[in-house]
Every structure is written in structure tokens, then in C-alpha cells.
């Protein structure tokens, strides 16, 4: 059974703290890895793909890694609208599904 | 673009009743789903559909039922509600499965007491 753990559950930064978000992933036939931001009271929003080890992908402030076990995202110098719940999912094997991890929740301050 | 459309947003059932969850996509994407997320838990997948007239089932699926007539809707139908069935369900779809990246609409929040 395929299995995503995201840590930490909870992380409060304060603005221009820079930090790490660990996705670990335990699945047979990786297919793709995504990361989602989701902000409360609203659906998860889609930022990123990686398809295999190696591959890093940058937008703005976030800069999501994979290897063949784990996944971070990475968020250089935060502002307070990066403040959201950050989603890690998996897609492996024949399975036309995702496997969610059960987020982290971010909170940058002042 | 008003991308993926879920109604209602908020909704009380009592134990046993039926009711229809709609999501609308105008996006002309092929592929469309349904997830449920309850605290601490993943977003778990109920159906999916590949395209109009399939549909398949996902993680989750007992207690609904799918259908996809059209390319553009999805609606997700809770045959007789349960307490169990209390969660936020979100609609997903994307251009071309699960190659493509997944656009969810707002959710839809379900009490059933």
C-alpha cells in the first residue's frame, strides 16, 4: 500500500525565515510526486510535479526537490501570504489515483 | 474561466437521506474526481472518470454512486447518509488524468448528524 508522510505537522516561521518541508514517500513504481497548497476554506491549488530523483522545480519563493525516498519543499525568505497548509501527493504503479499526505501547516509571521 | 464549480457549499442531511453533490468543470478537461478530507486523514479518492460514460471506483466508494453523462459534470450522490459521511468533498479534474495537474473547486462542507 502506498504511503505519504509529511512533517512537520505544524511550522511557524517569521518573515524571511527560511525552511524545509519533508515529504517522505513509501510507494512501487513512482509515477509522479505533487505538491499542493491549499488555504483555508478553499480547494488545493497545484504548484508542482517531479517525475524523478534529481529533479528540482522553482516558483517564486518555493523550490520542491525529489529523491527516491523523499520530497522537500524548500521556502527561501517567507512572507505572511505563504501561510497555507502544503500538500504532498503521490502517484504510483497502474492506480489512476493519488495518495495524499495529511499536509503541513504553515504559518509565517511578522 | 470559472474553472471547477462545486455546489452547495455547506449542506445538513439527516441519517438516511439522499442528496446529490454537483461539480461543474468548463475547462473541456477529460478527467474528473472526487475526494473527501477529514481531519487528519489525506484527501482519500471516492470515484473518478475518465471520460463521459466511465467512471470507476477509488479508495473510499461505499454509500456513493457517480455518473458522467457529459464531459462537464460529475455529480456525486450519497444514496442514504451516514454520521460517517460527515466531511469536506472536493471535486478534482484535469486535461488529460493523472499527467496532467488536478484543478479542485472549493469544496462542499456535509453534516450529517
Known amino acids: 500500500e502506498d504511503q505519504v508522510t509529511q512533517s512537520p505537522e505544524a511550522l511557524r516561521l517569521q518573515e524571511g525565515e527560511s525552511s524545509s518541508l519533508n515529504c517522505s514517500y513509501t510507494?512501487?513504481?513512482?509515477?509522479?510526486l505533487f505538491w499542493y497548497r491549499q488555504d483555508p476554506g478553499k480547494g488545493p491549488e497545484f504548484l508542482f510535479t517531479l517525475y524523478s530523483a534529481g529533479e528540482e522545480k522553482e516558483k517564486e519563493r518555493l523550490k520542491a526537490t525529489l529523491t527516491k525516498k523523499e520530497s522537500f519543499l524548500h521556502i527561501t525568505a517567507p512572507k505572511p501570504e505563504d501561510s497555507a497548509t502544503y500538500l504532498c501527493?503521490?502517484?504510483?504503479?497502474?492506480?489512476?489515483?493519488?495518495?495524499f499526505g495529511t499536509g503541513t501547516r504553515l504559518q509565517v509571521t511578522l | 474561466n470559472a474553472g471547477v464549480t462545486q455546489t452547495p457549499k455547506f449542506q445538513v442531511l439527516k441519517t438516511g437521506q439522499s442528496m446529490t453533490l454537483q461539480c461543474a468543470q468548463d475547462m473541456n478537461h477529460e478527467y474528473m474526481s472526487w475526494y473527501r478530507q477529514d481531519p487528519g486523514m489525506g484527501l482519500r479518492l471516492i470515484h473518478y472518470s475518465v471520460g463521459a460514460g466511465i467512471t470507476d471506483q477509488g479508495e473510499v466508494p461505499n454509500g456513493y454512486n457517480v455518473s458522467r453523462s457529459t464531459t462537464e459534470d460529475f455529480p456525486l450522490r450519497l444514496l442514504s447518509a451516514a454520521p460517517s459521511q460527515t466531511s469536506v468533498y472536493f471535486c478534482?479534474?484535469?486535461?488529460?488524468?493523472?499527467?496532467?495537474?488536478?484543478?479542485f473547486g472549493n469544496g462542499t462542507r456535509l453534516t450529517v448528524t
Open positions: 510507494v512501487s513504481g513512482l509515477r509522479g
Open positions: 478534482a479534474s484535469s486535461y488529460r488524468g493523472l499527467n496532467s495537474p488536478l484543478h
Open positions: 501527493a503521490v502517484w504510483a504503479g497502474t492506480a489512476s489515483k493519488l495518495t
